[in-house]
């Protein structure tokens, strides 16, 4: 029977006493010994003798790991292959947004940089000194707090007490790891680094949340209390920011509200002539800012007054190909705008919710499924449970999206038709988006993460219009300071209180950050406890 090798084993020879020393390096700090005997095993064994010759045995690559100092060695290893990842990762996802989704549209002329200076090269630098920096300090304050609760450290702690009570603190290694985070600075001020100081301190604001839960805090809180009772807040002041700072909106989030608002903005018809000009969606809402500026003027049918020189303001007469042939009976200039051929408002938000839904519940069920892609063994095993529970979970946020959206483009004309017109003429947007967001009711039980999600976008934008209307000017580096502050909240939460870091993956990213070995300690710990306590994510 042939040999399972590719060639044929060689007469065995001695160890060699002493491996070349950029080899050796190499060794230390791109593999760990335990990694070099599973390669040598598996690929070196199965290579050219001459290959094998020169490869060292697994023995002497262990006996090399012993001789170094294997916490700093792993750290410097582990740095770089984040690097070398997150680079890969980065120039990857370069290619396939360029070359692959964005095939047929106009790119835009990228400004030829040094490597240096290449965005890419600085974050994957970024994220791995990070990583080296937060484990260097990890390690030596853990060492440094050890040595200081020792008796030789009394005459210290007497000359010092309030340092020695800092520096001893269980808190202390966990504190001050985390002024690794300034490492961010490497990469340059942009929209991606605000968007990690937000990231880092909501989440550290739903860990103490979490924490605060666990020490009884909130032991008797209402049913209907929950983490949804922020997507009101943050949906109002994101309709404001799309209405009248657009700029300060993110554009992902507009595209979606825009794209499943089949009734409320009319699109050019299909018979219309081309030549002739047809407001955009943009358009429109520019329009509705402008009606709220101008108090919320009447409708003037041209119809009814055909003679009537200005039917429309000189401001609005970008509208006039939809609100000339608009119904007569309309009152308000902004229902005439957003439902024209209808003069019925509620009669159009029930259009509305009928007309959008199943659109909707589709994308919704793509989004889904796939999410539920990693569990199908749950889906083999159980189907008609597990596709129940998909259903329902996808009706529910198909139901709380659909009258969300249809909720805040209805309430102009509820507003419309209830308030006097100089009654809060651009705040009112504000609570109209705040309705609409109180559908978040729906999706209380499970949504939790669409809503930090929609709270996130809301900082971001208030900031953003914040500095646009001069409310404050901001701080270089200021975001900066956000993300040590959060980072160094998550640690320490997570150092008093493991329960309160809700999901295996992020523990297992911040043992990581400590010391790879010491993430599936915790982690298995932690996931024991979860399995005994289950409790509901609201």
Not at 270 to 290: G, H, K, Q, R
Not at 336 to 365: D, W
């Amino acid at each position: 029977m042939a040999s399972a090798k590719s060639y044929p084993s060689p007469p065995p020879s001695p160890v060699p006493s002493r491996v070349d020393p950029i080899l050796r390096n190499v060794l230390r700090y791109t593999i760990s010994a335990k990694e070099y005997k599973t390669l040598h095993d598996y690929l070196i064994t199965r290579s050219p003798p001459a290959l094998r010759k020169r490869a060292p045995p697994p023995a002497q690559v262990d006996s090399i790991a012993r001789a170094s100092d294997n916490a700093n060695t792993a750290a410097i290893r582990a740095s770089l292959r984040v690097f070398i990842a997150s680079q890969t990762g980065l120039q990857i996802w370069d290619l396939i947004t360029t070359r692959i989704v964005g095939r047929g549209r106009p790119q835009k002329n990228k400004l030829k940089t040094s490597i240096f200076r290449s965005p890419n090269l600085r974050l994957s630098l970024s994220v791995s000194l990070i990583l080296f920096l937060h484990r260097l300090l990890f390690r030596f304050l853990t060492r440094l707090r050890s040595n200081l609760s020792t008796k030789d450290a009394d005459p210290f702690r007497q000359r010092n007490p309030r340092i020695a009570r800092a520096l001893t603190s269980r808190l202390a290694p966990a504190a001050g790891a985390s002024l690794a985070g300034f490492a961010l600075g490497v990469y340059p001020a942009d929209q991606l680094r605000l968007t990690i100081a937000i990231y880092f301190a909501t989440r550290a604001a739903e860990y103490a949340y979490n924490s605060f839960e666990n020490d009884g805090w909130f032991r008797n809180k209402p049913w209907w209390w929950g983490s949804w009772m922020m997507m009101p807040l943050a949906t109002g002041q994101l309709l404001h920011a799309f209405v009248f700072d657009r700029d300060c909106f993110p554009k992902a989030y507009g595209d979606f509200i825009l794209s499943y608002t089949p009734n409320y903005l009319q699109r050019r018809p299909p018979a219309y002539p081309p030549s002739l000009p047809w407001p955009e969606p943009n358009t429109i809402v520019d329009s509705l800012a402008t009606m709220s500026r101008l108090n919320w003027p009447p409708f003037i049918s041209p119809m009814l007054f055909p003679n009537n020189p200005t039917p429309l303001p000189s401001t609005l007469t970008s509208i006039s190909p939809i609100t000339s042939p608009a119904h007569p009976s309309i009152a308000h200039l902004s229902c005439a705008l957003l439902h024209p051929s209808n003069p019925s408002c509620s009669k159009t938000f029930l259009t509305y919710v009928l007309t959008a839904f199943p659109p909707l519940a589709k994308f919704f069920t793509l989004i889904f499924a796939s999410f539920s892609l990693p569990r199908y063994k749950s889906y083999l095993s159980s189907p008609f449970k597990e596709l129940n529970v998909l259903a329902k979970r996808v009706l529910r946020m198909t139901l709380f999206i659909t009258m969300a959206i249809g909720t805040s483009w209805g309430s102009i004309c509820f507003f419309a038709n209830t308030f006097p017109r100089q009654f809060l003429p651009t705040q009112r947007w504000f609570l109209g988006g705040f309705l609409g967001g109180l559908w978040g009711f729906l999706e209380r039980e499970g949504g939790r993460s669409n809503f930090l999600y929609s709270v996130r976008l809301s900082i971001d934008s208030t900031w953003k219009v914040g500095k646009k209307r001069g409310w404050w000017n901001g701080i270089k580096g200021g975001d900066l300071g956000v993300f040590v502050m959060g980072l160094m909240a998550i640690n320490m939460i997570y150092e008093r209180d493991a329960s309160a870091v809700q999901g295996s993956i992020v523990r297992r990213g911040l043992g990581f950050l400590r010391d790879g070995a010491h993430a599936n300690r915790i982690t298995g710990r932690m996931e024991e406890k979860a399995n005994s306590e289950k409790r509901p994510v609201n």
